[in-house]
């Protein structure tokens, strides 16, 4: 079974600086992926971004980007210039192969952004 | 525009009686759809995964016969919770796997009184 964990629980930063959000997982299998989900407090999950296993190069969306360390088992997301709306629930979640719908989530991490 | 609809957003029912939730497939159809449930500020569990024209199939500890799933088209998945008590209000989103991502719905907030 696949596990994944967050062991930040809340974070806080200043309006336009950088924040990092950590998650580390457990699995053994290959062929998977890994995705950042924001939670606002409408409840809505927004996929920030996702990585597959396969791929070295660490995925980018504009102000977000993650460093991926697929020996360490490693997931963290940057986010740079942080902005106001920012300001949500932050979710790491694992999907197997294919079967990207059935997701393992993290714990999540709350994060703050001050003006 | 949304790819998924969840319905409804919001529910109160009293305690014993049942409740039905629609997740539907706006844009493409869905083989399997997956349903989530959500305590305050905790993270999303995996309840069912949702294959249509067959029967659900239920994660470890949750009650198949409490939480009855229907996938009887393409398009539409039902989660319906069945005599709900106070421990059943949660937060139930639904997720649909597309081709190259997972789409959420909106979630439905049930709280039984």
């Known amino acids: 079974a696949q596990t994944v964990t967050q062991s930040q629980p809340e974070m806080s930063v200043q309006e336009a600086e950088t924040v990092t959000l950590s998650c580390t997982y457990d699995t053994s299998e290959n062929n998977y992926y890994l995705f950042w989900y924001k939670q606002p407090p409408s409840r809505q999950m927004i996929l920030v971004i996702r990585q597959e296993a396969y791929k070295q190069q660490n995925a980018t969306e504009n102000r977000f980007s993650v460093n991926f360390q697929k020996a360490a088992k490693s997931f963290s997301l940057k986010i740079s210039d942080s902005q106001l709306g920012d300001t949500a629930m932050y979710f790491c979640?694992?999907?197997?192969?294919?079967?990207?719908?059935?997701?393992?989530f993290g714990q999540g991490t709350i994060l703050t952004v001050h003006p | 525009g949304a790819v998924v609809s969840q319905h409804p957003s919001r529910v109160i029912c009293k305690s014993g009686t049942s409740v039905k939730i629609e997740c539907r497939s706006l844009?493409?159809?869905?083989?399997?759809m997956f349903w989530y449930r959500q305590f305050p500020k905790q993270s999303l569990m995996l309840m069912a995964t949702s294959n249509e024209g067959s029967k659900a199939t239920y994660e470890q500890g949750v009650e198949k016969d409490k939480f009855l799933i229907n996938h009887a088209s393409l398009t539409l998945s039902t989660l319906t919770v069945t005599s709900a008590h106070p421990e059943d209000s949660s937060f139930y989103i639904c997720?649909?796997?597309?081709?190259?991502?997972?789409?959420f719905g909106q979630g439905t907030r049930l709280t039984v009184v």
């Open positions: 997720l649909i796997k597309g081709n190259t991502e997972a789409f």
């Open positions: 844009d493409f159809q869905a083989t399997t």
């Open positions: 979640a694992f999907g197997r192969g294919t079967s990207y719908g059935k997701l393992t």
